[in-house]
């Protein structure tokens, strides 16, 4: 037995409601966006742009605690850098010479252990005898490629978000002989 759709006793108010009009899109597309902003942001150099007029002014510092440059970034890094941009953007806003300068740890623990895991663990070797310092040099290589590998790919991550920083010159704790 068929039945007719029943007529619907609800109003249609759409024609009542008074709604901005806008030119911009209903969807943001930022999958399309994104590298169309951060491409116009290079074309323009943005971020010469603002150390020019900055010059001379104060200065604001940001001393901002390094990542290990061991893995993609994650929601606290996220948070992390995106306040810390509010603040050095904020800053510039208000007259200082606020210079972001991004860096990396790139020692430590968390990258041996990358490594170790990586490497050796997975593959059942076992780990080298850094008594041995060709063993020791050895190693050492390969944290400094895993950071350097890691380093690369959380730059352009953090420049995914927006972040405005001298990406072309951050400092590594790596760059620096101990």
Same mark, same amino acid.
């Given at each position: 037995?068929?039945? =007719?759709? +029943?007529?619907?006793?609800?109003? #249609?108010?759409?024609?009542?409601?008074?709604?901005?009009?806008? *030119?911009? %899109?209903?969807?943001?597309?930022?999958?399309?966006?994104?590298?169309?902003?951060?491409?116009?942001?290079?074309?323009?150099?943005?971020?010469?742009?603002?150390?020019?007029?900055?010059?001379?002014?104060?200065?604001?510092?940001?001393?901002?605690?390094?990542?290990?440059?061991?893995?993609?970034?994650?929601?606290?890094?996220?948070?992390?850098?995106?306040?810390?941009?509010?603040?050095? =953007?904020? +800053?510039?806003?208000?007259?200082? #010479?606020?210079?972001?300068?991004?860096?990396?740890?790139?020692? *430590?623990? %968390?990258?041996?252990?990358?490594?170790?895991?990586?490497?050796?663990?997975?593959?059942?070797?076992?780990?080298?005898?850094?008594?041995?310092?060709?063993?020791?040099?050895?190693?050492?290589?390969?944290?400094?490629?895993?950071?350097?590998?890691?380093?690369?790919?959380?730059?352009?991550?953090?420049?995914?978000?927006?972040?405005?920083?001298?990406?072309?010159?951050?400092?590594?704790?790596?760059?620096?002989?101990?």
């Amino acid at each position: 037995m068929s039945e =007719k759709p +029943q007529k619907s006793d609800a109003k #249609d108010y759409s024609k009542t409601l008074f709604l901005p009009e806008t *030119g911009f %899109p209903m969807r943001a597309g930022l999958p399309q966006r994104e590298p169309e902003i951060l491409r116009s942001w290079d074309e323009i150099g943005l971020y010469q742009k603002l150390r020019k007029q900055s010059a001379g002014r104060a200065k604001f510092v940001l001393h901002d605690g390094p990542p290990y440059a061991n893995v993609n970034i994650h929601i606290g890094h996220a948070l992390n850098k995106i306040l810390k941009d509010v603040v050095t =953007k904020s +800053q510039q806003m208000l007259g200082f #010479d606020s210079n972001y300068v991004p860096g990396w740890d790139c020692h *430590g623990l %968390p990258i041996e252990w990358k490594i170790e895991e990586e490497n050796y663990r997975s593959k059942g070797k076992a780990k080298p005898d850094f008594r041995d310092s060709a063993a020791m040099v050895a190693f050492r290589r390969e944290c400094r490629s895993y950071a350097t590998h890691w380093l690369n790919v959380q730059r352009e991550e953090f420049k995914r978000l927006g972040i405005i920083g001298d990406w072309d010159h951050p400092y590594a704790t790596m760059d620096y002989f101990a």
